[in-house]
């Protein structure tokens, strides 16, 4: 299932990569925002990661882990992100897999960490006035006549 989640994880950002460097032959006469793709990313991580938990879930019933697939589907969610809350529990037959999920979700969701600020590192969303110093305060400081 670790396969799998990467398998879907890299085809996801693949598609991704290629949907926002299409983004500038295609859409460039419709001046999209940078904060615009951002959010088109972010928005599309956010589906790669929701198939990813359903899989998971999918996977429990499948082989009786669970029962109920909102239990499931629950379950997931809470170890993908690493939050376990520990009200729903596998069988001792099956909590190796939770593991394995949770450490799977978080090298996931690091993978997508990454994508995100390569991705704001590429718009240069990082390039702000305060970011720098304010060279040319000083230099005038320094250039000012003095007054006597």
């Given at each position: 299932?670790?396969?799998?989640?990467?398998?879907?994880?890299?085809?996801?950002?693949?598609?991704?990569v290629?949907?926002l460097?299409?983004?500038h032959?295609?859409?460039r006469?419709?001046?999209?925002s940078?904060?615009?793709?951002l959010l088109?990313?972010?928005?599309?991580?956010?589906?790669i990661?929701?198939?990813e938990i359903?899989?998971?879930a999918?996977?429990y019933?499948?082989?009786?882990a669970?029962?109920?697939?909102?239990?499931a589907?629950?379950?997931s969610?809470?170890?993908y992100?690493t939050?376990?809350y520990g009200d729903?529990?596998?069988?001792?037959?099956?909590?190796?897999?939770?593991?394995?999920?949770?450490?799977?979700g978080i090298?996931?969701?690091?993978?997508?960490?990454?994508?995100?600020?390569?991705?704001?590192?590429?718009?240069?969303?990082?390039a702000h006035?305060?970011?720098t110093p304010?060279?040319?305060r000083?230099?005038?400081?320094d250039?000012a006549?003095?007054?006597?």
């Amino acid at each position: 299932m670790v396969l799998v989640t990467v398998i879907v994880h890299l085809t996801g950002l693949a598609m991704l990569v290629r949907i926002l460097r299409s983004h500038h032959r295609l859409m460039r006469p419709m001046r999209v925002s940078p904060l615009a793709l951002l959010l088109g990313a972010a928005l599309g991580i956010f589906a790669i990661h929701t198939i990813e938990i359903w899989l998971y879930a999918l996977l429990y019933l499948r082989i009786g882990a669970s029962t109920d697939f909102e239990q499931a589907l629950y379950f997931s969610t809470v170890t993908y992100s690493t939050l376990g809350y520990g009200d729903l529990l596998l069988s001792k037959d099956w909590r190796i897999l939770g593991a394995i999920e949770a450490t799977t979700g978080i090298i996931m969701l690091g993978w997508s960490t990454a994508f995100l600020v390569s991705l704001l590192a590429k718009l240069k969303l990082f390039a702000h006035d305060w970011l720098t110093p304010d060279r040319e305060r000083d230099d005038h400081e320094d250039t000012a006549p003095e007054s006597k």
